[in-house]
């Protein structure tokens, strides 16, 4: 950044992400500061990330809004950008921030489109673009996120706009991290829903499933997406199957039953 103009850190969580976390960091080696927060990882993701910043701050993962707003308290700037791993700011996003963090003008939290990248062709359906999550750019202390462990939501004190520039993301490398990160967020999705008081079953899980996979790939178009469009809406019935499942399976103990034998 140049000097006199306002001031951006970049913040990105980060857990076991060595094999992505250094794209993410090039992309934003521009910043004024990047910090990364680190939940323990037992690879060489904090080893890369401080290759890229002196602030990698390690700590413990109780959810992904008690995370997220953990780590914004290390940011030092008056806007944040908050950038996952598997996220890339590209060159256009990058001038678009800047033009936003010194417009005295600016809206005070922006929803950032994101073009996703899967099975070697860019998503234009199945609810993937423009893919927007929590904004990602904000002025510090106008926002935080709510503390739930997974999908986390967000308060913002001030106006919201929209970016016009994407992001890109990589969300998968390969199929193995698309069955373990279901099965991570299924984990965490049931607790949720436990927390909530939402009762599981069988029944509930094979219907949310179900409901999950015809929204996306009907009603969403993610047909048109082709192969990668039937991946996606597969892994979500499969995500939301789960999730049900592993509620009733908490709720209901099995594991501590013994049936009768006959």
């Given at each position: 950044?140049?000097?006199?103009?306002?001031?951006?850190?970049?913040?990105?969580?980060?857990?076991?992400?060595?094999?992505?976390?250094?794209?993410?960091?090039?992309?934003?080696?521009?910043?004024?500061?990047?910090?990364?927060?680190?939940?323990?990882?037992?690879?060489?993701?904090?080893?890369?990330?401080?290759?890229?910043?002196?602030?990698?701050?390690?700590?413990?993962?109780?959810?992904?809004?008690?995370?997220?707003?953990?780590?914004?308290?290390?940011?030092?700037?008056?806007?944040?950008?908050?950038?996952?791993?598997?996220?890339?700011?590209?060159?256009?996003?990058?001038?678009?921030?800047?033009?936003?963090?010194?417009?005295?003008?600016?809206?005070?939290?922006?929803?950032?489109?994101?073009?996703?990248?899967?099975?070697?062709?860019?998503?234009?359906?199945?609810?993937?673009?423009?893919?927007?999550?929590?904004?990602?750019?904000?002025?510090k202390g106008r926002m935080r996120y709510t503390e739930e462990l997974v999908h986390e939501g967000y308060i913002l004190d001030g106006r919201c706009a929209k970016m016009k520039s994407d992001l890109w993301q990589k969300p998968f490398r390969d199929f193995s991290q698309i069955i373990a990160k279901m099965d991570r967020y299924s984990t965490l999705g049931a607790q949720k829903l436990s927390e909530s008081g939402t009762r599981g079953s069988m029944a509930k899980a094979l219907f949310h499933g179900a409901w999950a996979f015809i929204r996306l790939y009907i009603f969403q178009l993610g047909f048109l997406d082709g192969r990668a469009g039937f991946m996606i809406a597969l892994g979500n019935f499969e995500g939301t199957f789960y999730r049900y499942a592993k509620l009733a399976e908490m709720q209901e103990r099995w594991n501590d039953r013994q049936p009768p034998l006959g």
């Open positions: 950044m140049k000097p006199g103009t306002a001031k951006l850190s970049v913040c990105i969580i980060a857990y076991n992400d060595e094999d992505k976390i250094e794209e993410a960091l090039k992309s934003v080696a521009w910043a004024d500061e990047i910090v990364v927060a680190d939940s323990h990882s037992s690879d060489r993701t904090a080893e890369i990330a401080r290759r890229y910043t002196g602030k990698v701050v390690q700590i413990d993962f109780q959810g992904f809004g008690k995370l997220r707003n953990a780590a914004l308290a290390h940011c030092s700037h008056e806007w944040i950008f908050s950038l996952d791993t598997d996220e890339r700011c590209t060159a256009e996003a990058k001038e678009e921030i800047v033009r936003i963090i010194n417009d005295p003008h600016a809206a005070d939290a922006y929803l950032v489109p994101r073009r996703n990248l899967f099975m070697g062709r860019w998503i234009r359906h199945s609810s993937w673009y423009p893919n927007y999550r929590q904004p990602q750019l904000f002025r």
